[in-house]
């Protein structure tokens, strides 16, 4: 697998969305031409905040300080495979 899959990148920013539309939270996934894709979490009309999903040497992580960081630190991210990854963001990062 490449450092950067941006399949695989894809398939863990759909899962997420989906999860956060089950907690009652919008999403908009956003594919840009060039560079990796984001999704945006919405709140009254307005985007909140955008997540990304970057490859570390034991799995897949969400960040969402800033979205294009390439710094994670506890807190502003959770591991793209855990069951609560939605729970967290929203917790963290929305409330």
Do not use: Y
Not at 53 to 81: K, L, Q
């Amino acid at each position: 697998m490449k450092p950067r899959d941006p399949q695989e990148q894809l398939i863990h920013l759909v899962r997420l969305g989906w999860d956060l539309r089950g907690l009652g939270v919008g999403t908009s996934l956003v594919l840009p031409q060039v560079g990796q894709p984001i999704l945006e979490v919405m709140s009254g009309g307005e985007t909140r905040v955008r997540i990304a999903v970057i490859r570390r040497a034991c799995g897949w992580v969400f960040v969402w300080r800033p979205w294009w960081a390439r710094m994670w630190r506890p807190g502003e991210g959770v591991w793209a495979g855990a069951d609560n990854a939605a729970d967290v963001i929203v917790s963290a990062a929305i409330a």
